[in-house]
């Protein structure tokens, strides 16, 4: 199976009638439209699934076609990659540039570098 990204899509447009757009160049496994969470209005975008063979041929077909006064663009989707590595906390290291108030910068002054590190408490003075 393959999913595909169909952008570009009318507000008014449903999962339904993306799915009978598609179901012409190939049989659709899925098909969804995304919307707002909160106002449940479309996103302007979808996913499609089919086949490979399909897929490929659905994006050479339908990418820039006019659909319901708008031209779609209808790409290969892309799997969601996370980023599962630490976080840089470059500020927390000795060789800090000036942007972190390291080094010569009349930013940092004693105070600044006195105050413990760890838990914040807001509000509170040290």
């Known amino acids: 199976m393959q999913s ?3 952008g570009n899509l009318n507000w008014s447009m449903t999962s339904e009638q993306l799915q009978e757009v598609f179901e012409k160049v190939g049989a659709v496994t899925s098909a969804r439209v995304i919307t707002d969470r909160e ?8 996913f499609i699934e089919m086949s490979s063979e399909d897929a490929n041929k659905a994006v050479s077909e339908l990418d820039g076609q006019e659909i319901e006064g708008r031209n779609l663009k209808v790409n290969l989707a892309e799997d969601k990659k996370r980023n599962n590595a630490p976080r840089n906390n470059s500020y ?3 060789d800090r540039d000036s ?9 940092a002054d004693s105070s600044f570098e006195s105050k413990p590190r760890g838990k914040k408490n807001w509000g509170s003075s040290y």
Not at 99 to 105: D, I, Q
């Open 4 to 6: 595909i990204y169909v």
């Open 39 to 46: 106002t449940g209005r479309s996103r302007g975008f979808g």
């Open 92 to 94: 927390k290291n000795n």
């Open 99 to 107: 942007s972190y108030g390291g080094g010569n910068s009349s930013y």
